[in-house]
């Protein structure tokens, strides 16, 4: 049977196709697809090739508009297996393996040349050993030219082995990279399968037309997490927060000048919510222990049911007006618990698996400050920044945030989910402003036994200096032992100034201290306990 090519063509079309816009989830990205297709008004299939073999089936979805009626009867896929080209890359190979052999080949008769002028220098050595001997005995030669003769033998000699030295390192870093030549090189040379997929989309056309074709589609090993810069400014406690995105693909394409937007939608949990299976348990005869087997809860994992609720979260977000924030680097929207960024500046993302930072919007917050002591542990103070999220802005998501005090680092931290409105702090680390000391002044044994019980008293005074030129408020905390055995009783007996104890035995002083101010804050307790009792961990 003799198949007509001419009518096989013009009854399938492949088109050309670009990426347009990208939707990044947290596991997955939803890809849209355009392509001009002038058609004829033959055509029953066209055909979009070298997709990537991340696409999820199922999850494909085709539109379109023209100047010719046009029917998307259905849509099929197939896998293609193409042997990738390599001749160009080949070429390129071996000519540089050709061209680092010619650097090598001309280094080695440096080398050689070095060892014959060596040689040289040598063999003079030894020929003039017996005249030159006679000569300086005769004194026909002066010390001084003596001296000069012998240093021109070893500074020659020195250059020519330094500078053989040199050649032969040279030769090793050559080799090295030939090394990694000849192993691509081997490695391209060898077939290997291009694996990739074609969409066949089933179409009846009226007439002769443009039409503008839509695909879009689910791609997976894609994903996005939020990543923050907290700058403080201690002259003016504004703390600049820059919302960043690291978007991470390696979907076999590569998202180059797309409209980009990120999404904290979850597709992959499907629409449903999760089914309880039977919780069994079970008796072993003679286990160490009771083992309770407990069947994971099974979460529908469906592509259909994740491109909907893909589509239905991208609908709702696109009825609500986005929410501006003072200066936009991305528009910000919200539809209930979901928020996207779609990035003004639009996307550039290769699929290298390689993380790419993009910035989501940058904006000042005012803060107040408020310093952290723990002086049983640290003698120092801790700045401590209270920030509140702005009221009209976007919820700030879970992530890791860098921090910056006056433009210096000072750690990183893990922001949580902080909604608009909320307050949320940060740690900016040791503030030498408050200096604070600890000392031990009494540890007294009562020497009589009340209640045939022993008693120990201890007091401490704690020394705040506030070196600041301004008014700092401070959170001083201290701690006093805290009892696990009913015969050993821990008493608060004195704090000046007084406050309540607190629970596992915590002491909470909240202090606003003066510019230059010094304050003292003193507290006494003691320990009761039988005296055949041994007390451990009363190292204070």
């Not at 030295?165 to 990279?177: A, I, R, S, V």
């Not at 402003?433 to 209640?451: A, C």
Request: proline content about 4%.
């Amino acid at each position: 049977m003799i198949t007509d090519n001419s009518q096989t063509n013009s009854l399938r079309k492949t088109v050309d196709s670009q990426i347009v816009a990208v939707t990044v989830y947290s596991d997955r990205a939803l890809v849209t697809r355009q392509a001009r297709v002038s058609l004829t008004g033959e055509e029953k299939e066209l055909v979009l090739t070298s997709l990537p073999v991340t696409l999820e089936t199922d999850s494909v979805r085709v539109s379109g508009k023209g100047t010719v009626g046009v029917r998307l009867l259905g849509v099929s896929s197939d896998r293609i297996y193409t042997a990738e080209p390599v001749v160009d890359r080949v070429n390129q190979l071996t000519r540089q393996i050709q061209q680092l052999e010619a650097e090598k080949r001309h280094l080695q008769a440096q080398i050689d040349a070095l060892a014959l002028q060596s040689s040289f220098i040598a063999g003079l050595r030894e020929k003039t050993e017996e005249p030159f001997a006679q000569s300086l005995s005769r004194k026909n030669l002066s010390l001084s030219e003596t001296l000069d003769f012998l240093n021109f033998l070893g500074s020659q000699y020195g250059e020519y082995a330094i500078a053989s030295g040199e050649c032969k390192t040279q030769q090793e870093e050559l080799d090295k990279q030939l090394q990694v030549l000849h192993a691509s090189l081997q490695k391209i040379q060898t077939p290997h399968p291009k694996e990739s997929v074609s969409l066949v989309i089933a179409v009846e056309v009226a007439g002769a037309g443009d039409f503008e074709l839509e695909v879009s589609y689910v791609v997976n090993r894609a994903s996005w997490t939020p990543l923050y810069d907290l700058r403080f400014n201690i002259s003016t406690n504004i703390v600049n927060l820059t919302y960043l995105a690291e978007v991470t693909q390696s979907t076999g394409e590569d998202w180059l000048g797309v409209a980009l937007t990120l999404s904290t939608a979850k597709p992959g949990l499907g629409t449903l919510p999760p089914k309880l299976e039977p919780w069994y348990i079970n008796a072993h005869s003679r286990p160490p222990v009771d083992f309770i087997s407990r069947r994971a809860i099974q979460m529908p994992m469906m592509a259909q049911a994740a491109t909907s609720e893909i589509e239905e979260a991208d609908d709702d977000i696109l009825q609500e007006s986005p929410i501006e924030a003072e200066i936009v680097v991305a528009e910000v929207s919200q539809a209930g618990s979901v928020v996207t960024f779609k990035l003004n500046g639009g996307g550039n993302i290769p699929s290298d698996g390689a993380p790419h930072k993009t910035t989501i919007f940058n904006d000042d917050y005012p803060s107040n400050c408020d310093y952290i002591a723990i002086p049983r542990l640290v003698s120092f103070a801790y700045l401590q920044a209270k920030v509140k999220n702005s009221a009209n802005g976007a919820t700030l998501l879970p992530g890791k945030a860098n921090i910056f005090r006056d433009n210096m680092f000072v750690g990183a931290t893990n922001l949580g989910h902080i909604a608009p409105g909320e307050e949320f702090k940060i740690n900016l680390g040791i503030d030498e402003g408050l200096k604070i000391e600890r000392d031990l002044v009494t540890r007294q044994v009562d020497k009589k036994m009340m209640s045939s019980q022993r008693r120990i008293t201890y007091g401490y005074r704690l020394t705040i200096t506030n070196l600041l030129d301004q008014e700092a408020r401070l959170i001083l905390t201290e701690q006093l032992p805290v009892s696990r055995n009913e015969q050993l009783k821990v008493r608060l007996t004195r704090t000046n100034p007084q406050i309540q104890l607190g629970e596992m035995g915590m002491l909470e002083w909240d202090l606003t201290l003066q510019a230059e101010e010094k304050r003292e804050i003193n507290y006494q307790f003691t320990v009761e306990y039988p005296p055949d009792l041994i007390v451990s961990g009363l190292d204070i």
